[in-house]
């Protein structure tokens, strides 16, 4: 079928499709490593329905906000705007200034687990440091909306930093998730482009870390015993985690940029080390090897990886009703792969099942009540899509 597009003044049809609040209840390495077989290709319009609803400027992370549907998007430059299933547009006000460039800008945008009830929304960015230095911070706030189309971030506080900041605009990171009992906040921290402090225990860059929701570090953290900065890591050696999500069982998943290939999916578990950047399944790009994780068994091989990349922007794990097949895997939105990549989760291992092109680099990806799938694209006049099964 053709893809529909429609103006944001006709998306009144679109309710209903905000995420439900996180339910909040307690919930050997990996065989993977290996490079993915082929997988089936198909088109767009054999599988989606697809709505546009508006267009944003460089946009990195899309929510859904729970109970109204409206579709709050983050722009690298330091906007926040958001859309309205009756199609009313606004832009919150509020917002942090920050250092923009590179990589870097305004990050993840996500709703607290007790949203319906304190109104606080939890934000990552890049902030300026002393000299050429930079490094990405999470804030929290209180969302007040005077209007359906007027809102503001109020009583905006930093609650986490990485640490220390360096020089460049690359590998933030700076993706967060709360976990299903809704007690912990992680957060990825991606170690900056300078490959060694992935090791390096006195610094939470290459690191995935474990806040309380007032970002102190969670108790019992695999190694609160060495205090400082060591206390809020819960996995070390990473380089560029762009994803983190729950599956059904409440296990912790990323999904991770490797290098001259080497793009990978890990099971997150507590205290372990993945390795980077002393293994990868991918090389340098000056194309110096980079040893394979099979070399090292003492590190944590990931579930999947890809060469060559598929360079994701985000992922979830699907759970609606509108692609049925598609329950308990991941859906992967693909920058450099132009499209979503379906994995399938076997155990402690992932193998890809499916890819659907769309022929733009996708952003990031979120799923509605409904079923229906939202991604947003990637640069300058991203469309926000709303993809629904074709009929």
Known sequence: MKLLTIPIGLAASLSLLALPLASCSAASAPAGGGQVAATEQQGADETFAITDIGTFEEPWALALEPGTGRAFVTERAGAIRFVSPDGKAGTLSGVPKVDYGGQGGLGDFIFA?????????????????????????????????????????????????????????????????????????????????????????????????????????????????????????????HRNVLGLA??????????????????????????????????????????????????????????????????????????????????????????????LVRVAIDGESAREVARYPLGTRIRDIAQATDGSIWVIEDGKHGRLRRLAPAR
């Open 113 to 237: 687990p007790d949203y319906a009830k304190s109104h606080m929304v939890y934000l990552s960015w890049v902030e300026t440091g002393q000299g050429d230095t930079r490094g990405a911070v999470v804030g929290r706030a209180r969302l007040d909306c005077a209007t359906p189309s007027s809102c503001a971030l109020a009583e905006l506080k930093v609650i986490w930093r990485q640490v220390p900041k360096v020089s460049g605009r690359g590998h933030y990171s700076h993706r967060l998730a709360f976990s299903p009992d809704c007690k912990y906040l992680f957060v990825s921290s991606g170690e900056r482009q300078k490959f060694t402090p992935a090791q390096d225990m006195s610094v939470n860059l290459g690191k995935i870390v474990r806040l309380l929701p007032d970002g102190t570090p969670a108790p019992g953290n695999p190694f609160a015993a060495k205090s400082g900065i060591a206390s809020q890591i819960w996995t070390l050696g």
């Open 246 to 339: 729950f599956d059904a069982q409440g296990r912790l998943w990323d999904l991770e940029h490797g290098p001259k290939g080497g793009d990978e999916i890990n099971l997150v578990k507590p205290g372990q080390n993945y390795g980077w950047p002393v293994v990868s399944n991918g090389d340098n790009y000056d194309g110096t090897p980079i040893p394979r994780h099979a070399t090292r068994p003492d590190f944590t091989a990931p579930a999947i990886s890809w060469n060559p990349v598929i360079a994701p922007g985000d992922f979830i794990f699907y759970s609606g009703s509108a692609f049925p097949e598609w329950r308990g895997q991941v859906i992967v939105a693909g920058l450099g792969s132009e499209g």
